[in-house]
């Protein structure tokens, strides 16, 4: 068995990877799922608000 030799590689080659456009998209994906949740609670909690009968405000007759 030998000894390994090194292979010198450029800067610009010896990068893992840039995000880029490829992690700006995934952050504009992310934020846009949680705006579609955030909406989607907020309805929800509107609907359960109104839908509260109105005899529960009145105070019991007694």
Known sequence: M????????PEDK???G???RHGLR???AALLLAFV???IAEIYG???DTNT????DQAPAG
Do not use: S, V
Request: charge should be positive.
């Open 14 to 16: 010896a990068r893992q």
């Open 46 to 48: 509107e609907m359960i």
């Open 37 to 39: 949740a955030w909406g």
């Open 18 to 20: 840039r995000w880029g």
């Open 53 to 56: 009968p109105a005899d529960q």
């Open 2 to 9: 030998g000894k390994p030799t090194m292979k010198i590689i």
């Open 26 to 28: 995934i952050l504009i």
